[in-house]
Each structure stands twice: as structure tokens, then as C-alpha cells.
């Protein structure tokens, strides 16, 4: 494990073509947008170890440990409270269909288990599931966080209690970003449109949507299309493309960070019942240059709050609310792989506008809080560190 510490100012940069991880998504860059207004802050930026392709992490609530998944199976949790850097290792976790943007996923906690004590926790984990021949989708189970020595947890009773329905091809745009809401009593799942497109529009499936689940899985009572049954019972919204942040602001309401195809990234208010376009139009074009009709042209269609074109790229996103950076409470953060920067996202009420942006060496795959207020920060792909961002 490294260590090293350094600090350096940080600075809103101009912007970059963009696409995401090009390989395995296909997103490729697009063509003009506005640059946010300079910006300097002050960063001590602290690396503490290496992972190998880190896809999404969480604070154990009421802990100072960091469970951490890795794309091909296995997760680690980090103690970042430790004089020394101290990992733990995880057993238990789910077989995983890895390749592509596939693997292991999302991890979410539930706020209220949050005893200072860890020895049990409920836990929920995403990931890339096979199925017959040559498909595969997402899926999300939920099980128990046991850990009864020093260091070593295991996930156990892991049961699947979600999946995209139906199964495809591909290896793309699985999304699967997790989201407690602020009561406690509901999970949302993004579900990624797999780069079928059309699904999106279609109701009687789940892809391309955000789903509203109780915790067990089960659709909650009182989502839109609850009537129709099925899987149109978990719908919350439809509409949506690759939705790689999932994540509620102080006032208790839901945003998703979207994936454009060549343009059109996307930062989203959902809304129950509500329409977002794909394919139907989008501020980006088709792979091929074809047009495809703006948001604008359409107002059955709900448009986004914020849109990049070039596209940045977004791994995930943070809604600040520490004390460490005054300036960045109430604000979203967005860890971005294309640019190799954090997007700093303001608000006026729902309207929103991304007001500056700080360079970082590498691709950026997920930002939270620390207890402490502290950001963390993984970077992306093979020896990924671990950095944290103080004042």
C-alpha cells in the first residue's frame, strides 16, 4: 500500500473532448460547451493505498471504515480513522459477470444501523449478473455485514431481491447506482438503458429507469404506474440513458448524473412518473454523427438541469454537507473520468450550474464524505488510489 502526501492548489481548467471509458461504453467526444468560471481552493490531497479498478465505496454509518468494491469481485474496507493504513478484508461477495463496464457494482448502507460498534450491518450490493446464453443485466441483493475479528467482515445471507428484466447482450450501461432515501424506508436502483435504447421508452420493462423499491426489494406502494403491476410496479421514472450518480440533497430531493451518447452528459431533478427523453431526443448526436432532436424540441420530455457537451464523463456524484469546506456545502461534486476532474455543481432553488472545475493526474470513479467532512476520492481503473481531499 502507498502512502504519500503532497499539497497543491486546484483550479478550474478548460474543458476537454470528452467520452467515457470509450472500450467498454462507446461514448466518444463531442463537440462544443461553456467553460465554468475559474476558481482556485486550497487542497492538501493525501493518497492512502492503491486498488485495482474500484467502482463505488461507502462509510459504514456511525464508522470511520470505508467499504470499497472492485469491478472483478472483491472489496476491501479501509480504516480511516487507523495510525497506520489498516485494511480489512470481505469474503461472501457475489459471483460476478465481469467484463466491459460489468462487475461488481454499488454498496449502500442503512443510515439508521449506525451503533459506533461494528458488528453487524444490513448491507445492499450491486453487480453484473449472467443469464441464459449470452446475456446479462444487473442485479441487487441484500444481506448482512458480519465482521468478528479484527480484520476480517463477511457478507452473509446475501440474497438477490432486485434485477433488470429482461436480460440482453452486451456489457454496457448496467448504471446499478444505489440510493437510501432520506427516511430510511425506500432504495432507488438506476438501471441503465444497456445500449438497447428503445427500452427506455418502454414501460414494461425496467430498463432505462430509476426504480422505487421497499427494502426488501418489493415495489413500494404508490409509484406511478403501481396499477399496471409486474415490473411497470417498480418504475419511479423512465426515460433515461446511463446513469452513473444517484444521490438526494439536503431538501430531500432525488438527482441522477446521466452518461450522454457523443454530447449530452446530463444532470437530472427525478420526478415520479416523469418522462427523460432517450432516445427520443438528447443534446448530444448518434456515434455516427446523425442528429439526434434536442431537448428543447420537445416539452412532453423532461430536460435536464445541467448538460455537458463535450461530455465529462461522470463515475459518480456528492451533495456536500461537512463542515471542512464551507464552500462547497449544499453543493454537488462530481467525480469525473474523461476530464480527470471534480465538477463543482451550484443551485438556485432546482436550477443549477456547474461553476468550477479542479484538475486531477487521473480518471476520477467516485466521491463521498468522510465523517469528518473530508472528501475521498478513487481514482479509476488498475492501481487506483485512494486520495483525501482536507483543508
Same mark, same amino acid.
Given at each position: 500500500?502507498? %502512502? ?7 483550479? /478550474? ?19 462544443? !460547451? ?64 465481469? &467484463? ?5 457494482? $454499488? ?5 439508521? =444501523?449506525? +451503533?459506533?460498534?461494528?458488528?453487524? #450491518? ?15 443485466? +444487473?442485479?441487487? @441483493? ?14 452473509? $445471507? ?18 446499478? #447506482? ?11 436502483? +438506476? ?24 427494502? $426488501?426489494? !418489493? ?8 396499477? =399496471? ?23 430531500? #430531493? ?21 418522462? %427523460? ?6 443534446? &448530444? ?8 432532436? $434536442? ?6 420530455? =423532461? ?11 461522470? @463515475?459518480?456524484?456528492?451533495? %456536500? ?27 438556485? @432553488?432546482?436550477? +443549477? ?20 467532512? /473530508?472528501? %475521498? ?7 487506483? #488510489? ?6
Amino acid at each position: 500500500m502507498t %502512502y504519500l502526501k503532497s499539497a497543491f492548489a486546484l483550479s /478550474a481548467a478548460s474543458l476537454f473532448l470528452a467520452s467515457c471509458n470509450a472500450a467498454a461504453s462507446g461514448d466518444r467526444e463531442a463537440t462544443s !460547451t461553456p467553460s465554468p468560471a475559474a476558481a482556485e481552493q486550497d487542497f492538501t490531497v493525501t493518497a492512502i493505498g492503491t486498488y485495482e479498478e474500484p467502482w463505488a465505496a461507502a462509510f459504514i454509518p456511525g464508522t470511520p471504515l470505508l467499504f470499497i468494491t472492485q469491478k472483478a469481485g472483491t472489496a476491501r474496507i479501509f480504516d480511516t480513522a487507523a495510525d497506520t493504513p489498516r485494511l480489512i478484508t470481505v469474503s461472501g461477495l457475489p459471483d460476478v459477470d465481469y &467484463g466491459g463496464q460489468g462487475g461488481l457494482g $454499488d454498496v449502500a448502507f442503512l443510515p439508521s =444501523e449506525s +451503533a459506533p460498534r461494528l458488528d453487524t #450491518r444490513t448491507i445492499y450490493l450491486s453487480w453484473a449478473e449472467a443469464g441464459p446464453g449470452d446475456t446479462r443485466g +444487473a442485479a441487487v @441483493g441484500k444481506g448482512t455485514l458480519r465482521c468478528w475479528v479484527a480484520d476480517e467482515c463477511a457478507v452473509e $445471507d446475501l440474497e438477490v431481491i432486485w434485477r433488470q428484466d429482461p436480460k440482453v447482450t452486451g456489457r454496457g450501461h448496467y448504471s446499478h #447506482r444505489l440510493a437510501i432515501s432520506p427516511d430510511g424506508q425506500y432504495l432507488f436502483v +438506476a438501471s441503465g438503458e444497456r445500449q438497447k435504447k428503445d427500452p427506455a421508452q418502454d414501460t414494461s420493462n425496467n430498463l432505462g429507469s430509476i426504480v422505487r423499491l421497499n427494502l $426488501d426489494g !418489493t415495489p413500494a406502494a404508490g409509484n406511478p404506474l403501481a396499477s =399496471e403491476g409486474g415490473v411497470s410496479a417498480q418504475l419511479w421514472s423512465w426515460g433515461h440513458r446511463n446513469i452513473l450518480g444517484l444521490e438526494f440533497d439536503s431538501q430531500g #430531493r432525488l438527482w441522477d448524473l446521466e452518461h450522454g451518447p457523443k454530447g449530452g452528459d446530463e444532470l437530472n431533478l427525478v420526478e415520479p412518473g416523469t418522462n %427523460y427523453g432517450w432516445p427520443i431526443v438528447s443534446n &448530444g448526436v448518434n456515434y455516427d454523427g446523425s442528429p439526434i432532436p $434536442d431537448n428543447d424540441t420537445r416539452p412532453e420530455f =423532461e430536460k435536464p438541469k445541467v448538460g455537458w457537451t463535450p461530455v465529462i464523463a461522470p @463515475g459518480s456524484m456528492l451533495f %456536500y454537507s461537512g463542515a471542512m469546506f464551507p464552500a462547497w456545502r449544499d453543493k454537488l461534486l462530481i467525480a469525473n473520468l474523461k476530464t480527470k476532474s471534480i465538477s463543482e455543481v451550484s443551485f438556485d @432553488g432546482t436550477n +443549477a450550474q456547474e461553476t468550477a472545475r479542479y484538475d486531477f493526474d487521473n480518471r476520477l470513479r467516485e466521491i463521498v464524505q468522510g465523517p469528518d467532512g /473530508a472528501v %475521498y476520492v478513487l481514482e479509476d481503473g488498475d492501481n487506483a #488510489r485512494l486520495l483525501k481531499l482536507t483543508r
